[in-house]
């Protein structure tokens, strides 16, 4: 029957379309157990800063459900921020022939790894480029809890180096790459339109415009990248920093100091208009560091729509995405200087032809969309079916 349950925390605007993809275009039969309701209420997004409801469709085109979360502060801040009782006798009305579990850092996840109703399958993107030899405890507790799965998926180089750190055995192991849709990330003449509009009305036009898109807190490095960007920047260059968060009102003050350089403040950005703003830019820019950044999909984003990319060896898609002077620019965590130097590279390859550029970029990020993430899910179905039935 290919009946698979999916198991996650709320609806995303990364997954929902995944899941509305895996409905149609295979055999699965699938129901989503959602943990907790954000994505489609709005809630307080502590890192933004502000109150976020998405505005695209989260629940149309597959099968869900909500479980009911008893949590006293709900939320995926914490590990008792999801707490769901009857998430187990739910999954076990479904009756699935696996269940694809989303992480494993809360309450529910832990009572439903520790007495699943069906074999698990599990998807995390965590890596170790920031923690290259975790503690003896660490290795010992994750490798039970990974023995606990079937098979694992993993979403890129780092993540799968992450599994075999904690010695996942490799036939475990699945390729289902991170991906956004698609279809949404196509730029289109309207797109175009906007795209023109909005640099004429922030006074952008024939400027080099780099783009950074996110929440404003240290992790992610605003700062770091508005004092490079007023360190090497010309009269030719525009920064654009669209988000909101804690760091704002200090970024404002910085660039208020240099009245001579073009940067430019833009609030949170909706799912909706984010291929405009990516077509705004020459150069997107993740310049994030430590292990918050597990993989980083707004780098998906740019690159379907044909932008390159410049981000730090600490993001988790790096290994993947972005090869330095192939498919965009990477700078060393660790180098004081490094992120000015490969804006300064950044900046002299865009104003050249960037035809192989983009023609690399679309080579690369063609192998990172939602069929081949559902080809290593289907492998580890598959797997788990066959295994289940032999020991039966």
Not at 11 to 23: D, G, M, N
Not at 35 to 40: E, K, M
Not at 337 to 342: A, D, M, V
Not at 352 to 372: F, G, H
Request: positive net charge; charged residues 20%.
């Amino acid at each position: 029957m290919n009946r698979l349950a999916i198991v996650l925390s709320h609806p995303t605007q990364y997954y929902s379309p995944w899941f509305r993809w895996l409905a149609k275009h295979t055999e699965f039969d699938l129901k989503v157990f959602y943990l907790w309701d954000s994505g489609v209420t709005a809630k307080l997004d502590r890192k933004f800063g502000r109150t976020i409801s998405w505005d695209v469709d989260l629940l149309s085109g597959y099968e869900s459900e909500f479980v009911p979360n008893r949590a006293k502060r709900p939320g995926t801040g914490h590990f008792w921020g999801l707490h769901n009782p009857n998430l187990r006798e739910q999954l076990k009305a479904w009756a699935p022939e696996a269940i694809l579990l989303f992480g494993y850092a809360y309450r529910s996840h832990i009572n439903l790894i520790l007495r699943p109703p069906a074999p698990l399958i599990f998807r995390g993107d965590s890596h170790l480029l920031a923690q290259r030899n975790p503690s003896g405890l660490k290795r010992f507790l994750l490798r039970l809890l990974y023995q606990r799965f079937s098979a694992i998926t993993y979403v890129g180089q780092a993540n799968r180096a992450y599994f075999e750190t904690f010695h996942v055995p490799r036939e475990r192991l699945h390729f289902a790459p991170h991906c956004v849709n698609a279809e949404h990330f196509k730029s289109t003449p309207q797109h175009h339109t906007v795209a023109t509009n909005l640099r004429e009305e922030l006074g952008l036009v024939n400027k080099r415009v780099i783009l950074f898109a996110g929440k404003l807190i240290p992790t992610k490095q605003p700062r770091q990248l508005l004092e490079a960007f007023i360190a090497v920047a010309s009269t030719n260059d525009a920064l654009v920093i669209t988000g909101d968060g804690a760091e704002k009102p200090a970024l404002e003050k910085l660039a208020a100091k240099y009245p001579e350089h073009y940067v430019r403040f833009l609030p949170f950005t909706n799912q909706s208009e984010m291929p405009s703003r990516y077509l705004m830019a020459d150069i997107f820019v993740l310049p994030s560091k430590g292990n918050y950044e597990t993989w980083g999909l707004a780098v998906n984003e740019a690159m379907h729509m044909g932008i390159p990319c410049l981000v730090s060896d600490r993001v988790g898609c790096q290994q993947d995405l972005v090869t330095e002077g192939e498919t965009g620019w990477v700078f060393l965590h660790d180098q004081p200087t490094g992120l000015q130097r490969s804006l300064q590279r950044a900046l002299k390859t865009v104003s050249s032809d960037k035809t192989l550029l983009k023609q690399r970029i679309a080579d690369r990020i063609e192998k990172y969309t939602y069929a081949k993430a559902a080809h290593g899910l289907i492998l580890a179905f598959d797997q788990v079916v066959s295994n289940q039935a032999a020991s039966s």
